[in-house]
């Protein structure tokens, strides 16, 4: 059997964001007894906590949505391209309603600890209001980016403003209108957080450290009839998602001439002979907008330095055309990283916001912070006076919300000894030496450089197919093989290395991180290609697992 004795409950599963939504939904559905437990206080996770102004997501609202019911993606009605935050945190609340997930949640709950009973074969789990429970499954449903950062800077406690993290905005009572604000961080939070406020504070600092390279967004009302025929061919769209290289449909709006529709993601590389007609493909992208849409204009831009030069060329040149001030152009423009190796960011009019009277852009490459002080923000050059300060500086992103959490397996190894040098798991999924124990989004899986509902969806699906599996043959352990997840960490880590992504100081490589080890974290491998990789593990009796302790033999 897949459960424990009576009374207990068979699967814990940490986090109530989309993954962990979808992940009772479908252990419901097995027949398990199961507990959800949420920090929030209510569902949606990355949705329920980033509620500062403009936040909003950078995948099409059509393709960021589950495909597992088909009422529930026909019913549900987007208004824009692109949504805002509290529509899609009105989605999970209505996905959580619809299939009454609510029963289960506990929510305003933090996990603090979990840890592998060898005797019992099942898993203990704590809570930070004193919890103890035990089920044999334990899911971490934690979140790629959901450990924001905390703000780490001398004289904080003496500001006296107030000051506000992106990650923890608060619910409501925040008053930025009409006052001075500023920003630190100018990542894809920054930028969206940027744009909205500019018009409605006194006076807007950005404090920059790195440029980023953003492109414009193309956010638009959705028209009905556009949506409606998406939905008539949601069957082959949501294919085509799950076989592509980032977890997006084709768009059926933007048709290529002569070709009718065709994905985005182009395969083909770029025609570096012809730097006009690269230069003609980018401009009707950039018309377009969204934010993968320039960089996938050519499959070699993450791996080829010429193509990946001339598209980041075209895109500092839209930046210099679009700033007045030629001295803030320079200073806006990213040099540091070739484009695509750090999330891209997409924007309505932030380069723009720079024309503005109200707005300054401090560089600290030129002018670092030397400490907050009871009036503001003090750089080397200044004092710039606040009344408010927003951190937009990011997130411990893939390894932090797991390693927060006291993870021991088998003999009371914990997870962060484990990891001390990186995270080690097998395919994303499991990880050796603890057993029952599955991550969806996890560290060498493609989650974080796809549309992550799509890599949710398939974790959640492959993590159910397994325990079912496991139900159906009495087997009540499964564990990867340490083996087999060397094998998988070394195949990432080689796909990594044939790609630009290890030159910039990314998120993606554990750089923007005091101390954390620097290793590319997502597998760069595509989501079409990793899902025919889950399916040939599962359909070969799940190797690289040892199922009871048995290890299937490996396939021919
Ligand atoms: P990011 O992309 O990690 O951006 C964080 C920003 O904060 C970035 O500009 C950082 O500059 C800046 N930062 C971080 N720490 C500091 C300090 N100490 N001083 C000054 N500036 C700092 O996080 P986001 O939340 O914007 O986006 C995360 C992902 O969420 C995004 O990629 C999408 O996938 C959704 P740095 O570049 O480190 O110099």
Redo the contacts with the bound molecule.
Sequence with gaps: PAGGRPGELDAIVVGAGFAGLYMLHRLRGLGLRVRVFERGDGVGGTWYWNRYPGARC?VDSIDYSFSFDEDLQQEWVWTERFARQDEILRYAEHVADRFGLRADIRLGTTVTAATWDDRAGSWEVATDRGDLCRARWCIMATGA?SAP?DP??EGLESFRGVWYQ??RWPQEGVRLAGRRVGV????????QLITEIAPQVAHLDV????P?FSVPQGNRPLDPGYQERVKTDYPRGREDARSSRNGVMRTLDFPEPGHGVRPIQSAEPAPRDDPEAMRSELERRWAFGGANIVTTAYADVIVHPDTNAVVADFVRDKIRATVHDQAVAEALLPHDHPIAT??ICADSGYYATFNRDNVTLVD?RRTP?ETIVPEGIRTTERTHPLDVIVF????D?MTGALLAMDLRGRDGVRLRECWAAGPQTYLGLAIAGFPNLFTITGPASPS?LSNVITSIEQHVDWIAGCIAHARDRGVSEVEATPEAQERWMEHVAALADGTLFPRA?S?YMGA?VPGKPRVMLPYVGGVGTYRDVCDEVAAASYEGFALDGRVAAAAA
């Design positions: 950078d980016l950062k780490e800077f992106t990650g630190i961080g100018t990542g894809s939070t920054g930028i404090f920059q450290r790195t980023n750090k999330r600290l912070i937009a500086t990011g997130f992103a974080v100081d998120w923007n």
